[in-house]
């Protein structure tokens, strides 16, 4: 049962242009939300989180929206860049008392193009 | 820089035998530590939660005979793979909290090939 889903396994942007990836969830219990970047052969890296309690945070190039009615989130990248290319995983996160663990979706390939 | 090492990057070893990856904090006490599995093109699944001090929380499906961990301290939890399998040939990553709710840290992870 995969609760969390990334829909589309790739996606293909231009250099400039915004980079739109998206996340569904299906546990309500989900208070956390994080997305990844991760290079072949190498561990995630943290790109940006957000708080149940918010609907939006931003860091940068990326602004990550949480739409928790409809139980989805979604990462923008704007200007996209070249280096920006890589695979991209949301994570959504509850409180389970010691820590919290992640729970991944299956992730969206970005490549982006000159 | 790195805040979680991983140990080794990469192993090759034959069916039957064992192999140990070690996952260490390396600037601050991490009590809880997470061992993730990765097929190809696949999403990470968490295989156990490591507590310092006391036994390992498996997630559903996950043999803890075949799969040993220990954090026997605060900065190192190890991931021990018993009579290896081709199988078992997988990306283990390992992870760790600095504070709760803070993003995890992840080691670069370990590719594991089995002959």
């Known amino acids: 049962d995969q609760q969390v889903k990334q829909n589309s396994p790739s996606l293909s942007v231009q250099e400039g242009r915004i980079s739109i990836l998206n996340c569904d969830y299906t546990n309500s219990m989900f208070d956390y939300f994080l997305w990844y970047k991760k290079y072949p052969a190498e561990g995630p890296t943290f790109l940006i989180s957000?708080?149940?309690?918010?609907d939006k945070n931003e860091d940068g190039r990326f602004t990550v929206f949480l739409n928790k009615s409809a139980k989805h989130l979604s990462l923008h990248i704007v200007p996209s860049q070249p280096g920006d290319s890589a695979v991209y995983f949301c994570?959504?996160?509850?409180?389970?008392?010691?820590?919290?663990?992640?729970?991944f979706g299956t992730g969206t390939r970005l490549q982006v193009t000159l | 820089g790195a805040v979680v090492s991983q140990h080794p990057s990469w192993v090759i070893c034959k069916s039957g035998t064992s192999v140990k990856i070690e996952c260490r904090s390396l600037d601050f006490q991490a009590t809880t530590m997470f061992w993730y599995r990765q097929f190809p093109k696949q999403s990470l699944m968490l295989m156990a939660t490591s507590n310092e001090g006391s036994k390992a929380t498996y997630e559903q499906g996950v043999e803890k005979d075949k799969f040993l961990i220990n954090h026997a301290s605060l900065t190192l939890s190890t991931l021990t793979v018993t009579s290896a399998h081709p199988e078992d040939s997988s990306f283990y990553i390992c992870?760790?909290?600095?504070?709760?709710?803070?993003?995890?840290?992840f080691g670069n992870g370990t590719r594991l090939t089995v002959t």
């Open positions: 992870s760790a909290d600095r504070t709760v709710n803070s993003p995890l840290h």
């Open positions: 994570a959504a996160a509850y409180y389970t008392g010691t820590a919290s663990k992640l729970t």
């Open positions: 957000i708080s149940s309690i918010k």
